[in-house]
């Protein structure tokens, strides 16, 4: 699919087949889209553990957050769920990262002089900076780029996603061995939608005017109508939602998958599991 179609179409799909398995290699697609992406330093923290609900452990399955406050069910339907985790640690040896990059060619003009650059100046700079570096959002921000490439690929494989964020993960973190220095995102649901692709169509946005400006704070950036015209002629501007037909594939849905008429009716069962949480850390710290 072009790419400006696969953006149009890329929309949260909360509603997946749980009986359709995902092929392996469609996931893998999606995890090399994310393993490509660009990192600052080419620091490439992102890394990403997959949970497929038909070949993991009943530990780790039960493990899956209770909900998010409005998405719990999608843990329990969807057939996978990509973990995504930031891991401090390759910051730590972000040095050797910047080595590759001048043997690549794409760091200095002089190889020899570039290298001792790194290390008589670069790397201690950058280590220095290093506590600085990690309150910017700059890694975070990265992770995002890969796991939006992973998503683009997903939904050009024909697959439906949902990022999800989990605030207690101390369960998952468990079941999932992970180390340390390994700080739980997001989680993906992925799957075969169970709802219209289209998923109600596109979601509200603010106004182009009201988002983006051009050379100070209040101008907005000039939006010319062809260009508007040549999106929506590409199938990335599309429909506001909801489109026909939605609040009926919404009752539907709802009954198919056994929701009640609100999202949220985890809420309880999240502020319990933050609340042991919290008891337990005070208990270890007494
Ligand atoms: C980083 C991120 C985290 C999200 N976390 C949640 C979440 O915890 N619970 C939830 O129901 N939806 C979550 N969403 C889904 C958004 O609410 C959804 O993207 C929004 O409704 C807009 O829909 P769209 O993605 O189709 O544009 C998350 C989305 C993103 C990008």
């Given at each position: 699919m072009e790419l400006k179609k696969v953006i149009g179409?890329?929309?949260?799909?909360?509603?997946?087949?749980?009986?359709?398995?995902?092929?392996?290699?469609?996931?893998?697609?999606?995890?090399?889209?994310?393993?490509?992406?660009?990192?600052?330093?080419?620091?490439?923290?992102l890394k990403a553990v997959v949970i497929e609900r038909a070949t993991a452990p009943a530990e780790v399955i039960a493990a899956l957050p209770v909900g998010t406050a409005i998405g719990g069910f999608q843990f329990r339907s969807a057939p996978v769920v990509i973990v995504w985790c930031l891991d401090w640690q390759a910051i730590a040896v972000q040095g050797d990262r910047l080595h590759e990059l001048v043997e690549a060619g794409a760091l200095g003009v002089d190889k020899a002089q570039s290298h001792a650059y790194l290390d008589s100046t670069l790397i201690p700079f950058f280590q220095s900076a290093g506590e600085r570096i990690k309150t910017t959002g700059f890694t975070e921000l990265d992770c995002g780029q890969g796991i939006a490439q992973a998503t683009l690929v997903a939904f050009d494989e024909g697959l439906g996603t949902c990022l999800l964020g989990a605030m207690n993960d101390r369960k998952l973190r468990k079941a999932l061995k992970l180390p340390d220095s390994y700080k739980v995102l997001v989680l993906q649901t992925v799957g075969y939608p169970a709802e219209d692709p289209g998923a109600g169509g596109q979601r509200p946005r603010e106004p182009f005017a009201k988002r983006f400006f051009l050379n100070r704070y209040g101008d907005s950036f000039p939006a010319d109508p062809a260009v508007v015209e040549e999106l929506k002629a590409a199938g990335m501007l599309q429909e506001p939602a909801p489109v026909p037909g939605r609040r009926e594939e919404l009752d539907w849905l709802g009954k198919v998958f056994g929701l009640s008429n609100v999202f949220g009716d985890e809420v309880p069962a999240i502020v319990k599991d933050l609340t042991d949480a919290a008891a337990e850390d005070a208990s270890r710290n007494k």
């Open positions: 179409n890329r929309r949260s799909t909360r509603f997946l087949r749980p009986y359709k398995p995902v092929e392996r290699t469609k996931i893998q697609k999606m995890l090399e889209a994310a393993r490509l992406a660009s990192f600052w330093g080419n620091v490439q923290a």
